[in-house]
Each structure stands twice: as structure tokens, then as C-alpha cells.
């Protein structure tokens, strides 16, 4: 109903409208009184008709002006025209009510009768104006497509944007069941509009994807609500359904979540080619359809490659590849094959730029002229968009990244390279950061590497066998060394140590320290003298440098003729007793004591006599440790492994490795492994002597008669002079008991003991001097010689090494 606002007057009327619901209706006679009333009219101003019928109409209206503009019109239209308007009527408690009219002429056989009147609120006719021009601005001016369909889904009305939308007029939607103009999406419309029809329940933004007739080249995403239309009893009449395209910013959320997802997942790793890998891993299939990592030869190497663009031929190593095929068939190679580009392709202008290129529509010719396996493979797999772009990071350009499209139609826009750079910018960083990181690990391992023995030579006191096992990448390499060195006596000293920390700092570390126990070997110093020395050492060294955290380390010597091996450790983990007979032993009575470093209590030894053919492991925490065993489970995996009969020594070495794979290695660790020999009682001969010069004789006697028996008699002059000298000496300047000994293993050795502490001094006698020629003599005839202490007194020793007929090598 169109209502004319006028001030106590009424117009002609503009047409009927069917009377609603609560529409009031009167029947006015032709003398002005009102002859019929409906209830509806009763509930609009309070009067029954009892009360109001038969009286003139005008007496309802409220002021003069009313009654005045009501005659007015009356004389004005009674040509049978409808009269329309507001007019304040007073209702039958007192109040106004301002009252839309509509005034109808009822005609007879006579002529005009009367007049009928429909009368409303006229609040409730303005909501009704309100509600029906927001109707028709929804659904003729409203951007946003809305439709209505019936219970069964189909068509009943459509707006304009609708048409727009899919490029079809209302006419040939109507009566068409939904999900026809969609059928990509028509599945999971009809599911969400039957589940509101049946359940009454709106959906609220639920995503439907499709393609519009009006842009079929471009898949769109609609953020849809949909609600139930039901008349005053309840009955449902349909659906209302509204669409709002949110493809930008859907396609900006999926950038979002796929950058955001990169990122967690790129960079895992300081491995370059497994960070390469993250990069082509993370981009599909969100991102491409195939995705191929290219780095520069001196970046997979660890090295910087030089700064500034990169002209002419690119050489690099393919270290990334992903495919939403299996096995990545698109590719002409495959990671860790050379790969180079020639000039005018994508990847050479991104690195000659160091800008990205994006190929919105690619042309196998056009861009691969000059390579025609990839041309046969773009035109064979029917890529049809094509990204680059350069890999840079602190202002050095470390590979390129390519993108390509095949199975999905969408050719790349704006935003997809910039979700390309996006991701490439961060793998960059990553990249970058594991380059470095190589290069000084790879320093470090060479260093480390350089400091550990190689070939440990052939000892008479054990038979050795070793591995070290550098960290995984991630993890850098360690301070893990071990050592097995030679001392007097044909006794051996068999080492294991781990700094704490990785890196090349603590391989310099190792360096240090392995040649200060090389050093306190030297000197004959007993294993809990050497680890105190070692302790001063680490705490001067920590003092120097706040990054050295200390170290731990286990020193043991074993005598081949006693059978005793004595050991020390500085927290360090228990060596491992394999008997002869396969029975295995933790010793872990040996006390740990601390950890090298921290200082303040003396180190305490344990004694150990050793069955001839038992071995002995020695080992770094990184052995027994991995990652998910604690230690007791670790020492247990190694008990099980070394028992039983008995095996090569390399054998058993990679028995006790094999279970830790490379990539898992989260430490170092460095096994030693050393099979214990006796030396025969008649590789031996020891005897006392009285502190006489004349026993400096009979010592030279002894010695010739030992040396015909062992078959050495062409040592015998140079044994007989060293013999001679080192006795006089003991008898003139120490004290005794004095004892001789001669050891045949693989050298001679000849040994003298005595009760006194000095040291004893080489010297060069001048020309007049009768003595003091003694020890200079030992040192130019032996091959080595040294003192070592012990609670008793020293013993000096010399050596002369064997050759494979007996003869003696001369000293240099």
C-alpha cells in the first residue's frame, strides 16, 4: 500500500491493494454513518460495533482538521474514485491513533451506495513500505547474489546479481533445480540446503567453490548462508540463499597457511640439500604442481659464492625435486645431478636479475630453444605457467627455485609469485644459514680428523682396532678422540676423551688436550697423575676461554709382562671386559671421579690383572647414548654385542657401530677396542745386582749370554756399552737395590732400576773431561731412552728397535 503523507487531507488513491491480515474494514452508508464493522477494526481503536454502528464516521476523527479534510474529500471525488491518506482517529480510550485510510466507492443498480474503508495502523504501513523497499533494493540492487527456491530446491526468484553471476536471466533459472549453473559444488549445496529444509537450522558461511559461466577460466570461492522461510502457521514455502565471492580473500588465507606452514617446516635441518628438499616439499601441491631447487656448486660445497648477479651459464647441483607425480617424472635430473642452464632461459635471467620471473602463459620454444629435453618435457607433462625465482640471502645469490603448473589450470598471477618469493625468501635464510653452518662443520671434522691417529702401528702389548663416528650434520662435529700410545717398558697406554660442545671450537679443544696426554705419556707419569695434570690443564683453559665447559676422559695402561692394567677416569664413561671365553663385564668399579676441569679432588685409580686374548672397550658417551636409549640401556646393547667367542677386532668394531645410523647421530662418539698380550717369560730376563763396581761386569756378562740365547749377539756390543754405562751409573750416583732388565718384543729394551729419585741429566762432556759421557752415549746408540718414577725409586731405559734379521736399526 503506497501511503501519501498529507496534514488532515486525503488524495486520490494510487490503486488498490488486497487487505492484509490485520487490515481493519468498514463500510461507510451514502449518509456518512457507518452500517458494518469488522473485529479487525474493533482491535484498531477499541470500539465494538454495537457502539459504532449507525453513527456518522467523521465522529471518530479526532480534530476539526480531520473532519474537515474527510467532507472535503467526499465532495471532491464522487466519481467513484479511491481516496487515500492518514488521519489521527481517536480510539475508544481516549488516545490518538494515526490511521492509513483507504477510501473505495461501493456502487448499486442505483449509483454510489456508499463506501468501504480499510484502515491500518499506519506504523505498521511504513515498516511495511521500510520492509518492501529493502526487499526491492536486495534483490535489484544488492551486489550480492540471493535467491529463493522452493522445498524442492528449485528456482523461485533470483536477483539481478544472480543473472550477473551466471550470466543467465532470471527467466531461465526459474524453475531449474540448484547446483545446475554449479555442477562442481551441486553435491554439497543440495546437502546443506536439505539439511536446513529438514532441520529448520541456518548455515551461516560455508564455503562452496565453483565456476562461473561469467569467468569460467577462474575458480571461484562463495562464503554462503542459507535459511528456511516459513508463513505465520509454520508451513515452509523454500530456502533463501545469499552468496558473497571470497576468492580473494581465500586465496589470501591459503597463502597464508601455506607460508605459515613452510615456515615450520622449512629449515628443520642444517643439512643445504635437505633444507633444498623442505623448500620443494612445502610448495606442493599448494603452491605448483612441480618444484625443482637448484643451488649454486659453491653453495652445496659450504663455501660463499661470489656476490653479484650470475651471468652466462649456470652451473649447479640439483638438491630439491617434488612432483604431484609419483617419482617426479616432469624432471630431466634428479637431486645430486649436475644441472646446467643456458642464457635466455628463466633461471638464468632470475640469477642474471635477481629478480623472479613469472611465465603466466609458457612457451617451450620461446624459453627452451637451446634445451630440448626440457622443451619435450614441458610440452610432454603440458606445462602451462612457469615461475623463477632467486635464491638470495645476506646479498649472495646461493641457486634458483622453479615452479611449475600442469594438472592445476590456474595460471599464476601476481600473488601466487609473491607467495613464491615469500617461500623462497625464507628457505633462503635457511639455506644460507646451513651453508655456513657446513662449512664450519666440514672445518672442524677435517681439523678433528687431522688430530685423531689414522693407522694405529703394530703394538707388542695389544692388538687395537677403532672408529670414530662423526655427529649427524645437525648436530656438529664433537671432541671425541682417542689415542694408543707407546710408553717404555713395552707397556701401551690406551686413551678416550670427549670435550664438551661441537663445533671447531671443541675440536681445537681435543687438539690440546690430546697432545698434552701425548706429552705426560712422554714422561712416564702414572694414569692419576696424568688426569690431574690434564684437570690444571682445562681449568687454565676455561679461565682463557668462558666456552670451554670442560671434558671427560678415560687413561689406562696395560703391562704386557704383569698382566696389570691400571685405570683412571675423569666421569667418564666404564670401559668394557671381554674374558676369553665371550663373558662380558661393565667395570664399573673403576672410581669415575669428576669430570676434567672442576679441580679440588685428587684421582683415584683401580687395578685390573687381565687374561691373555681378553678385550678391552673404551668408548665416548655418544656410543651408548643415542637418541631415545639411556645409558644403562646403552651398556647393555654393547655388553650383548661384544660377548661371545671371540671375533676380529674390526668385525666386532662394526657390530658395535651398526645400529647407529648416520642421520640419528645426534654426538660423536669413538670406540677403541684392544685385544690384551702376554709376553712369554723367555721374552724376559730381569736380575739383581749389589751396589759394587765390580758387578758393571758381571752385568755385561749377563747381558751377552741373554742376548746369544734371544739370538741377538749382533746387538751385543752396543747392549753390552749401554748396559755398562747405565749400571755405573746407577752404582755411583743412586743407590740401590739396582736391578737389570731386558725385555725382547718388537725392539730390545734395556732397563735399569734403582732406589733414588734423581733425575738424571744429559750433558756434553768437554774434551778434558774423564766422565759424564755416559747418558750421551745411551742416547746416540738407542732408538729412545727415558726415566719413569714410581714409589720405589726410576728406572732408566733405552730401546733399540729390531730389524726383521735381528740386526739393530742405528739411532738417528
Given at each position: 500500500?503506497?501511503?501519501?503523507?498529507?496534514?488532515?487531507?486525503?488524495?486520490?488513491?494510487?490503486?488498490?491493494?488486497?487487505?492484509?491480515?490485520?487490515?481493519?474494514?468498514?463500510?461507510?452508508?451514502?449518509?456518512?454513518?457507518?452500517?458494518?464493522?469488522?473485529?479487525?477494526?474493533?482491535?484498531?481503536?477499541?470500539?465494538?460495533?454495537?457502539?459504532?454502528?449507525?453513527?456518522?464516521?467523521?465522529?471518530?476523527?479526532?480534530?476539526?482538521?480531520?473532519?474537515?479534510?474527510?467532507?472535503?474529500?467526499?465532495?471532491?471525488?464522487?466519481?467513484?474514485?479511491?481516496?487515500?491518506?492518514?488521519?489521527?482517529?481517536?480510539?475508544?480510550?481516549?488516545?490518538?491513533?494515526?490511521?492509513?485510510?483507504?477510501?473505495?466507492?461501493?456502487?448499486?443498480?442505483?449509483?454510489?451506495?456508499?463506501?468501504?474503508?480499510?484502515?491500518?495502523?499506519?506504523?505498521?504501513?511504513?515498516?511495511?513500505?521500510?520492509?518492501?523497499?529493502?526487499?526491492?533494493?536486495?534483490?535489484?540492487?544488492?551486489?550480492?547474489?540471493?535467491?529463493?527456491?522452493?522445498?524442492?530446491?528449485?528456482?523461485?526468484?533470483?536477483?539481478?546479481?544472480?543473472?550477473?553471476?551466471?550470466?543467465?536471466?532470471?527467466?531461465?533459472?526459474?524453475?531449474?533445480?540448484?547446483?545446475?549453473?554449479?555442477?562442481?559444488?551441486?553435491?554439497?549445496?543440495?546437502?546443506?540446503?536439505?539439511?536446513?529444509?529438514?532441520?529448520?537450522?541456518?548455515?551461516?558461511?560455508?564455503?562452496?567453490?565453483?565456476?562461473?559461466?561469467?569467468?569460467?577460466?577462474?575458480?571461484?570461492?562463495?562464503?554462503?548462508?542459507?535459511?528456511?522461510?516459513?508463513?505465520?502457521?509454520?508451513?515452509?514455502?523454500?530456502?533463501?540463499?545469499?552468496?558473497?565471492?571470497?576468492?580473494?580473500?581465500?586465496?589470501?588465507?591459503?597463502?597464508?597457511?601455506?607460508?605459515?606452514?613452510?615456515?615450520?617446516?622449512?629449515?628443520?635441518?642444517?643439512?643445504?640439500?635437505?633444507?633444498?628438499?623442505?623448500?620443494?616439499?612445502?610448495?606442493?601441491?599448494?603452491?605448483?604442481?612441480?618444484?625443482?631447487?637448484?643451488?649454486?656448486?659453491?653453495?652445496?660445497?659450504?663455501?660463499?659464492?661470489?656476490?653479484?648477479?650470475?651471468?652466462?651459464?649456470?652451473?649447479?647441483?640439483?638438491?630439491?625435486?617434488?612432483?604431484?607425480?609419483?617419482?617426479?617424472?616432469?624432471?630431466?635430473?634428479?637431486?645430486?645431478?649436475?644441472?646446467?642452464?643456458?642464457?635466455?632461459?628463466?633461471?638464468?635471467?632470475?640469477?642474471?636479475?635477481?629478480?623472479?620471473?613469472?611465465?603466466?602463459?609458457?612457451?617451450?620454444?620461446?624459453?627452451?630453444?637451446?634445451?630440448?629435453?626440457?622443451?619435450?618435457?614441458?610440452?610432454?607433462?603440458?606445462?602451462?605457467?612457469?615461475?623463477?625465482?632467486?635464491?638470495?640471502?645476506?646479498?649472495?645469490?646461493?641457486?634458483?627455485?622453479?615452479?611449475?603448473?600442469?594438472?592445476?589450470?590456474?595460471?599464476?598471477?601476481?600473488?601466487?609469485?609473491?607467495?613464491?618469493?615469500?617461500?623462497?625468501?625464507?628457505?633462503?635464510?635457511?639455506?644460507?644459514?646451513?651453508?655456513?653452518?657446513?662449512?664450519?662443520?666440514?672445518?672442524?671434522?677435517?681439523?678433528?680428523?687431522?688430530?685423531?691417529?689414522?693407522?694405529?702401528?703394530?703394538?707388542?702389548?695389544?692388538?687395537?682396532?677403532?672408529?670414530?663416528?662423526?655427529?649427524?650434520?645437525?648436530?656438529?662435529?664433537?671432541?671425541?678422540?682417542?689415542?694408543?700410545?707407546?710408553?717404555?717398558?713395552?707397556?701401551?697406554?690406551?686413551?678416550?676423551?670427549?670435550?664438551?660442545?661441537?663445533?671447531?671450537?671443541?675440536?681445537?679443544?681435543?687438539?690440546?688436550?690430546?697432545?698434552?696426554?701425548?706429552?705426560?705419556?712422554?714422561?712416564?707419569?702414572?694414569?692419576?697423575?696424568?688426569?690431574?695434570?690434564?684437570?690444571?690443564?682445562?681449568?687454565?683453559?676455561?679461565?682463557?676461554?668462558?666456552?670451554?665447559?670442560?671434558?671427560?676422559?678415560?687413561?689406562?695402561?696395560?703391562?704386557?709382562?704383569?698382566?696389570?692394567?691400571?685405570?683412571?677416569?675423569?666421569?667418564?664413561?666404564?670401559?668394557?671386559?671381554?674374558?676369553?671365553?665371550?663373558?662380558?663385564?661393565?667395570?664399573?668399579?673403576?672410581?669415575?671421579?669428576?669430570?676434567?676441569?672442576?679441580?679440588?679432588?685428587?684421582?683415584?685409580?683401580?687395578?685390573?690383572?687381565?687374561?691373555?686374548?681378553?678385550?678391552?672397550?673404551?668408548?665416548?658417551?655418544?656410543?651408548?647414548?643415542?637418541?631415545?636409549?639411556?645409558?644403562?640401556?646403552?651398556?647393555?646393547?654393547?655388553?650383548?654385542?661384544?660377548?661371545?667367542?671371540?671375533?676380529?677386532?674390526?668385525?666386532?668394531?662394526?657390530?658395535?657401530?651398526?645400529?647407529?645410523?648416520?642421520?640419528?647421530?645426534?654426538?660423536?662418539?669413538?670406540?677403541?677396542?684392544?685385544?690384551?698380550?702376554?709376553?712369554?717369560?723367555?721374552?724376559?730376563?730381569?736380575?739383581?745386582?749389589?751396589?759394587?763396581?765390580?758387578?758393571?761386569?758381571?752385568?755385561?756378562?749377563?747381558?751377552?749370554?741373554?742376548?746369544?740365547?734371544?739370538?741377538?749377539?749382533?746387538?751385543?756390543?752396543?747392549?753390552?756399552?749401554?748396559?755398562?754405562?747405565?749400571?755405573?751409573?746407577?752404582?755411583?750416583?743412586?743407590?740401590?737395590?739396582?736391578?737389570?732388565?731386558?725385555?725382547?718384543?718388537?725392539?730390545?729394551?734395556?732397563?735399569?732400576?734403582?732406589?733414588?729419585?734423581?733425575?738424571?741429566?744429559?750433558?756434553?762432556?768437554?774434551?778434558?773431561?774423564?766422565?759424564?759421557?755416559?747418558?750421551?752415549?745411551?742416547?746416540?746408540?738407542?732408538?729412545?731412552?727415558?726415566?719413569?718414577?714410581?714409589?720405589?725409586?726410576k728406572t732408566i731405559w733405552a730401546e733399540q728397535v729390531l730389524s726383521p734379521v735381528g740386526a739393530p736399526i742405528p739411532a738417528m
Amino acid at each position: 500500500m503506497r501511503v501519501t503523507k498529507v496534514s488532515g487531507g486525503l488524495d486520490a488513491g494510487a490503486g488498490d491493494s488486497p487487505p492484509g491480515a490485520c487490515t481493519a474494514i468498514a463500510y461507510v452508508a451514502g449518509n456518512g454513518a457507518i452500517s458494518l464493522w469488522s473485529p479487525q477494526a474493533e482491535a484498531l481503536l477499541g470500539y465494538p460495533a454495537e457502539d459504532v454502528c449507525g453513527k456518522p464516521a467523521v465522529d471518530l476523527l479526532t480534530t476539526r482538521k480531520y473532519r474537515e479534510a474527510a467532507v472535503a474529500a467526499q465532495v471532491r471525488h464522487t466519481a467513484g474514485q479511491s481516496w487515500d491518506g492518514v488521519l489521527g482517529m481517536r480510539h475508544r480510550d481516549g488516545h490518538e491513533v494515526s490511521v492509513a485510510v483507504r477510501v473505495r466507492p461501493v456502487l448499486s443498480r442505483e449509483g454510489q451506495a456508499g463506501w468501504s474503508v480499510s484502515a491500518t495502523d499506519a506504523r505498521e504501513v511504513e515498516r511495511e513500505d521500510v520492509d518492501r523497499a529493502i526487499l526491492e533494493a536486495l534483490f535489484s540492487q544488492s551486489p550480492i547474489p540471493v535467491t529463493v527456491t522452493d522445498t524442492e530446491l528449485r528456482y523461485l526468484w533470483v536477483n539481478a546479481a544472480t543473472e550477473r553471476a551466471t550470466a543467465l536471466p532470471a527467466e531461465r533459472l526459474i524453475g531449474r533445480r540448484i547446483g545446475d549453473d554449479s555442477p562442481d559444488s551441486a553435491s554439497t549445496i543440495d546437502r546443506i540446503l536439505r539439511r536446513v529444509r529438514d532441520t529448520g537450522e541456518p548455515v551461516v558461511d560455508f564455503k562452496v567453490h565453483s565456476r562461473l559461466a561469467s569467468d569460467p577460466d577462474r575458480e571461484h570461492v562463495f562464503s554462503t548462508s542459507c535459511f528456511r522461510l516459513t508463513d505465520l502457521a509454520g508451513r515452509v514455502l523454500g530456502m533463501c540463499q545469499m552468496y558473497i565471492d571470497v576468492t580473494e580473500g581465500h586465496q589470501a588465507q591459503q597463502r597464508l597457511a601455506l607460508l605459515t606452514e613452510a615456515g615450520v617446516h622449512i629449515g628443520t635441518t642444517l643439512d643445504v640439500v635437505r633444507t633444498a628438499q623442505e623448500l620443494a616439499d612445502a610448495a606442493v601441491p599448494g603452491l605448483a604442481d612441480f618444484v625443482a631447487i637448484d643451488l649454486l656448486e659453491a653453495t652445496v660445497r659450504g663455501e660463499e659464492p661470489a656476490r653479484g648477479p650470475v651471468t652466462g651459464e649456470m652451473h649447479t647441483l640439483r638438491s630439491g625435486l617434488r612432483s604431484v607425480r609419483e617419482h617426479a617424472p616432469e624432471a630431466v635430473f634428479v637431486v645430486g645431478e649436475p644441472v646446467t642452464y643456458h642464457p635466455g632461459t628463466p633461471q638464468v635471467r632470475s640469477l642474471a636479475t635477481e629478480q623472479s620471473v613469472l611465465v603466466r602463459s609458457l612457451d617451450a620454444d620461446q624459453w627452451f630453444a637451446h634445451d630440448a629435453r626440457r622443451a619435450e618435457k614441458i610440452r610432454e607433462f603440458h606445462f602451462h605457467s612457469y615461475m623463477t625465482v632467486p635464491l638470495r640471502a645476506r646479498g649472495i645469490t646461493l641457486g634458483v627455485a622453479t615452479f611449475g603448473r600442469h594438472q592445476d589450470p590456474r595460471s599464476y598471477d601476481e600473488g601466487d609469485l609473491s607467495l613464491a618469493e615469500d617461500f623462497s625468501s625464507r628457505a633462503a635464510v635457511c639455506i644460507d644459514n646451513a651453508r655456513r653452518y657446513t662449512r664450519e662443520h666440514n672445518t672442524a671434522l677435517a681439523l678433528q680428523r687431522s688430530l685423531l691417529p689414522h693407522d694405529l702401528p703394530h703394538f707388542p702389548a695389544v692388538e687395537t682396532a677403532h672408529r670414530y663416528l662423526p655427529a649427524a650434520a645437525h648436530a656438529g662435529a664433537g671432541g671425541d678422540w682417542f689415542d694408543v700410545v707407546p710408553l717404555s717398558g713395552s707397556r701401551v697406554a690406551l686413551v678416550v676423551g670427549d670435550v664438551t660442545g661441537h663445533g671447531l671450537h671443541a675440536a681445537a679443544i681435543m687438539g690440546r688436550l690430546r697432545t698434552a696426554v701425548h706429552t705426560l705419556a712422554g714422561l712416564d707419569l702414572p694414569p692419576d697423575e696424568v688426569l690431574t695434570q690434564l684437570d690444571d690443564l682445562v681449568i687454565r683453559l676455561t679461565e682463557e676461554d668462558p666456552d670451554c665447559e670442560g671434558a671427560t676422559c678415560l687413561y689406562s695402561v696395560y703391562d704386557p709382562i704383569s698382566r696389570i692394567c691400571t685405570f683412571a677416569r675423569a666421569g667418564h664413561p666404564p670401559p668394557v671386559l671381554v674374558q676369553p671365553d665371550g663373558a662380558v663385564e661393565v667395570l664399573d668399579d673403576i672410581p669415575p671421579n669428576l669430570p676434567l676441569g672442576l679441580g679440588g679432588l685428587p684421582f683415584e685409580t683401580a687395578e685390573r690383572r687381565l687374561t691373555d686374548s681378553s678385550v678391552l672397550a673404551l668408548y665416548t658417551d655418544g656410543l651408548i647414548e643415542p637418541p631415545g636409549w639411556d645409558v644403562d640401556a646403552g651398556l647393555d646393547r654393547l655388553s650383548r654385542t661384544m660377548a661371545g667367542p671371540a671375533r676380529p677386532l674390526e668385525q666386532l668394531c662394526d657390530a658395535v657401530v651398526a645400529p647407529l645410523l648416520p642421520e640419528h647421530r645426534s654426538d660423536d662418539a669413538a670406540l677403541l677396542l684392544a685385544r690384551t698380550r702376554v709376553l712369554e717369560a723367555g721374552q724376559v730376563a730381569s736380575w739383581e745386582l749389589p751396589v759394587d763396581p765390580a758387578q758393571v761386569a758381571h752385568a755385561r756378562t749377563l747381558t751377552t749370554r741373554q742376548l746369544a740365547t734371544w739370538g741377538l749377539e749382533p746387538l751385543t756390543f752396543t747392549t753390552e756399552l749401554m748396559v755398562s754405562e747405565l749400571v755405573t751409573n746407577a752404582i755411583r750416583h743412586a743407590r740401590g737395590p739396582i736391578a737389570l732388565r731386558l725385555i725382547h718384543a718388537t725392539a730390545l729394551i734395556c732397563e735399569v732400576s734403582d732406589g733414588s729419585l734423581n733425575a738424571p741429566h744429559l750433558r756434553r762432556a768437554r774434551t778434558g773431561d774423564e766422565g759424564g759421557r755416559g747418558l750421551f752415549l745411551v742416547a746416540q746408540l738407542a732408538s729412545r731412552w727415558g726415566a719413569r718414577y714410581d714409589r720405589d725409586g726410576k728406572t732408566i731405559w733405552a730401546e733399540q728397535v729390531l730389524s726383521p734379521v735381528g740386526a739393530p736399526i742405528p739411532a738417528m
